[in-house]
Each structure stands twice: as structure tokens, then as C-alpha cells.
């Protein structure tokens, strides 16, 4: 495999992990803010889930954005200019 197909791989792994550890984050949040009286268990499995599948989401953003980022850069670059012939 080249290099250019193991850094959109490594990119891809970073940013799912990334995505799901701020959805993992995030529910430690909401555990915490919420009451365990107000809560059953599947009210708290339903929103791990629900967090988790968030943070996934976030996490493809990320990757998109990753990809997209060098090719919109490519886009604004000066184009190169032929030395004028004498």
C-alpha cells in the first residue's frame, strides 16, 4: 500500500477515535448532570448509545474535513508562471 493510503487510514482511525471519545466524554457529562433518581437503565443505555453514535458521526465529519482540507487548499494556490522567453 502507498503512503497516500496509509495516512487516509491513519486519518480515518483518528478521527473515528477522536468522534467517540468526545461522545464518550460527553455522556460522562450527562451522567453527571442528571439525576440517578430520574434515570432507569435503559434511559442511560439508550444515551450511551445514543452518544456514542453521535461521536462516530463527529468523528466521520472530521474525516471528511480532513480530506477535504488539502484538496480546498489546492484550489487557492497560485498557479505557476512560465519565465517570459527573451
Known sequence: MS???????VL???SLVL???AGEFFF????KTVPPA??????TGSAH???LGSGA?????????????PVIAMM????KTEPARP
Open 3 to 9: 503512503r497516500r493510503v496509509w495516512g487516509i487510514l
Open 12 to 14: 480515518m482511525l483518528l
Open 19 to 21: 468522534g467517540v471519545g
Open 28 to 31: 460522562g457529562i450527562w451522567l
Open 38 to 43: 430520574m434515570t432507569t437503565n435503559f434511559n
Open 49 to 51: 448509545a445514543a452518544f
Open 57 to 69: 458521526v463527529v468523528g466521520v465529519v472530521f474525516f471528511l474535513w480532513g480530506l477535504l482540507s
Open 76 to 79: 487557492f494556490r497560485p498557479k
